[in-house]
């Protein structure tokens, strides 16, 4: 009954440094996608995938890679992380387009 | 491209009283359209949704909202809030076969007062 996991739930980084955020999901859905939540604007779409080996940006992709190696995993590395990427991260995963099931988020501080 | 605007960042109301949470989208064709609840420190989840049929869409916790398309709004209503409902509302828009491409709103806090 996992749905979708993330790990970690916190990190904090410095400037510079690299790191993966990782998700998985037990509902064998095809879609998964990153958002990324800050104050006052709501989620924007960070990268997604409609299947294993496909991914596309989506509206924020600078500084961020994702690939998808399996159905199962969808993980978000930041390359090189600055300030303005300090925020609340969520995967999610959908069957269709519209209903997405989220993970519980990733607080990233970047110092 | 889509957008969507939640035109209140914040509803403060008592709790038994009603209300409603306004969203307009904009868009160039053919939508689906969500609303989702985040409670504190969670993800989001689901609280109902328009695909097509009856502009008048309900959750089983007592939501409803209805799509009107010639005001191309989607707002929220509760006839009687309770303190659990308070959280945070996002209004969402979804194009047809975008797969899993969700556009969302600013979102809108709705504290619920004794």
């Known amino acids: 009954n996992a749905g979708v996991t993330q790990t970690p739930k916190f990190q904090v980084l410095k400037t510079g440094q690299s790191m993966t955020l990782q998700c998985a999901q037990d509902?064998?859905?095809?879609?998964m996608s990153w958002y990324r939540q800050d104050p006052g604007m709501g989620l924007r779409l960070i990268h997604y995938?409609?299947?294993?080996?496909?991914?596309d940006q989506g509206e924020v992709p600078n500084g961020y890679n994702v690939s998808r190696s399996t159905t199962e995993d969808f993980p978000l590395r930041l390359l090189s992380a600055a300030p303005s990427q300090t925020s609340v991260y969520f995967c999610?995963?959908?069957?269709?387009?519209?209903?997405?099931?989220f993970g519980e988020g990733s607080r990233l501080t970047v110092l | 491209a889509q957008s969507v605007t939640q035109l209140d960042s914040q509803v403060p109301v008592f709790e038994e009283a009603p209300v409603e949470l306004r969203c307009n989208y904009s868009?160039?064709?053919?939508?689906?359209l969500f609303w989702y609840v985040q409670y504190p420190n969670q993800g989001l989840q689901l609280l109902l949704k328009?695909?097509?049929?009856?502009?008048l869409v309900e959750s089983i916790n007592g939501f409803e909202a209805e799509f009107n398309k010639s005001q191309t709004s989607f707002h929220l209503r509760k006839p009687s809030v309770h303190i659990s409902d308070t959280a945070e509302y996002f209004c969402?828009?979804?194009?047809?076969?975008?797969?899993?491409?969700?556009?969302f709103g600013q979102g809108t806090i709705l504290t619920v007062h004794p």
């Open positions: 995938s409609v299947g294993a080996g496909i991914t």
């Open positions: 509902m064998n859905h095809e879609y």
């Open positions: 969402a828009v979804s194009e047809g076969t975008s797969y899993g491409k969700l556009t």
């Open positions: 868009s160039s064709v053919s939508v689906y």
């Open positions: 999610a995963s959908s069957l269709w387009a519209g209903e997405l099931f």
């Open positions: 328009y695909l097509s049929g009856s502009t």
